[in-house]
């Protein structure tokens, strides 16, 4: 089995494909498109990608993105986000004033960053920016990846524990091509609706499905392919197995203009979960 991911060796999503699938291939990937035309075209068989983190929300490339295409969500996956500054040889916390890191991981420190005046500079990955600042030898430019990534690259760790919140924590989702299945043992699923357009339609649509025993642990709102709409991205629980899904979705709630069934899996566990 060949496994994709978004990033370089020793990135986050690189650590997560190989708690989830290990001794497998994994293939890195430079951005989010190219990750979904590679499970799409075939060059992998499943992806592992960040949709979520506690401190910034939704990884808005990757949620886009579940609903146009032949893909579902099969599982998820949740990795402890921990970065550290890493610089040259020879820098200092004094000499950096630059620090490269993938937005969300910049995100995720942006008041750390701020405090000690270092000025974020975006690139594609956290593990491409230990590479970018191994191979710049620049005292001021730092990367802020995991610590980990460090010695692959002859950087040293000059600060570590780099995040705004001590609960960051990414969830990772487990996508494979066709359509969407529920496995016997899957109690969560991941869907995206629109609307009718008639007051109270959204909170019609929530409250029956509540009334139909789903428990809702997430629910966010994007635009969607026409302009000044918008789509609901929504988690529940529910029982498991088929009948636990079908008690929640069918008949359709008569609220909603469309549903997208985008995935149902095992709920995470604290050391996360995945359907083999």
């Known amino acids: 089995m060949t496994i994709g991911y978004q990033g370089e060796s020793e990135s986050y999503s690189h650590l997560a494909s190989g708690e989830l699938f290990p001794g497998t291939e994994r ?44 893909l579902h969500i ?19 916390l004094s000499t950096v004033k630059q620090v490269l890191s993938h937005p969300e991981a910049l995100n995720q420190a942006q008041t750390a960053l701020s405090r000690r005046g270092w000025e974020p500079q975006p690139v594609h990955d956290t593990a491409g920016a230990v590479r970018l600042v191994a191979e710049g030898g620049d005292p001021t430019r730092a990367a802020l990846a ?22 960051n924590t990414t969830r990772f989702v487990v996508l494979e091509p066709g359509p969407a299945e529920v496995a016997e043992d899957a109690d969560k699923t991941s869907i995206a609706f629109e609307v009718r357009h008639h007051p109270g339609a959204l909170a019609l649509a929530l409250t ?48 909603l203009a469309s549903l997208h069934h985008l995935g149902s899996y095992v709920g995470f566990s604290p050391v996360g979960s995945v359907r083999k």
């Open 208 to 255: 029956e499905l509540g009334l139909r025993g789903a428990n809702l642990t997430r629910i966010e709102s994007r635009p969607s392919e026409t302009a000044w709409t918008y789509r609901f991205f929504v988690d529940l629980r529910h029982a498991p197995g088929k009948e636990g899904f079908t008690s929640v979705f069918e008949p359709t709630p008569a609220s």
């Open 74 to 92: 099969v599982g998820e996956h949740l990795v402890e986000v921990q970065h550290a500054v890493l610089a040259i040889p020879g820098a200092t």
């Open 146 to 167: 995991r610590p980990q990534a460090a010695e692959a690259h002859g950087l040293e760790v000059l600060l570590e524990s780099v995040i705004d919140r001590d609960h």
């Open 27 to 70: 293939v890195g990937f430079g951005t989010f498109p190219l990750a979904f035309d590679a499970l799409r075209d075939g060059e992998v068989e499943r992806l592992v990608l960040p949709i979520e983190n506690s401190t910034t929300g939704s990884i808005l490339p990757v949620l886009d993105r579940l609903v146009n295409g032949d």
